[in-house]
């Protein structure tokens, strides 16, 4: 991780493009007074948001076990299920 001021990108951008998107690193580009970014490549923030959502994946089977195991659970025929899909 690399950290650099907002004149500096600016002036060097294709660098730090590059820097992103060929050696995977990842840049904080810090502003006074302001909010800092960050700059990652595409792919690295793709890895990262698939990430995420396996996280929440987890959590929603997690928290089904859970529910299975406090015996709060419905069990339909086959039948129900195909009237219920029909109504």
Request: glycine content about 2%; charged content about 35%; aromatic content about 6%.
């Amino acid at each position: 991780m690399v950290a650099v001021n907002y004149s500096t990108i600016r002036s060097k951008l294709k660098d730090y493009c590059d820097k992103a998107t060929d050696e995977n690193e990842t840049v904080i580009v810090t502003r006074k007074d302001e909010k800092n970014v960050v700059l990652m490549s595409l792919e690295s923030y793709n890895e990262l948001i698939k990430s995420v959502k396996n996280v929440d994946y987890i959590y929603k089977i997690d928290k089904s076990m859970e529910q299975i195991e406090k015996g709060k659970t419905v069990t339909k025929s086959l039948e129900e299920l195909e009237a219920m899909e029909n109504e």
